[in-house]
């Protein structure tokens, strides 16, 4: 039977062990960050691309009304 006490005394601590799990643990802590931080700048390219394609598609519709204006004014003359 044991005796009394704390059961650090009598019960072998495996620093090696435990180094690595808190080792893993981090590691996990990181790759979680780093996820969270891949689906952030996912969603700022996505929201980038729909604003440049919408800056292309004007600047054709710019091109395209000054093409039909033209196409208009030579005709009217």
């Given amino acids: 039977m044991r005796e009394a006490g704390s059961r650090f005394l ?3 601590f495996d620093a090696a062990a435990a180094r690595i799990e808190a080792n893993e643990r981090v590691s996990e802590e990181r790759w ?3 996820e969270y931080r891949l689906v952030q700048i996912e969603g700022t390219l996505d929201r980038l691309e729909r ?6 598609y004007g600047v054709a ?5 000054q093409g039909a204006e033209a196409l208009v004014n030579t005709a009217m003359r």
Avoid at 51 to 56: A, D, K, S
């Fill in 10 to 12: 009598y019960e072998s």
């Fill in 32 to 34: 979680n960050g780093l």
């Fill in 51 to 56: 604003r440049i394609w919408l800056g292309v």
């Fill in 61 to 65: 519709a710019f091109l395209l009304t």
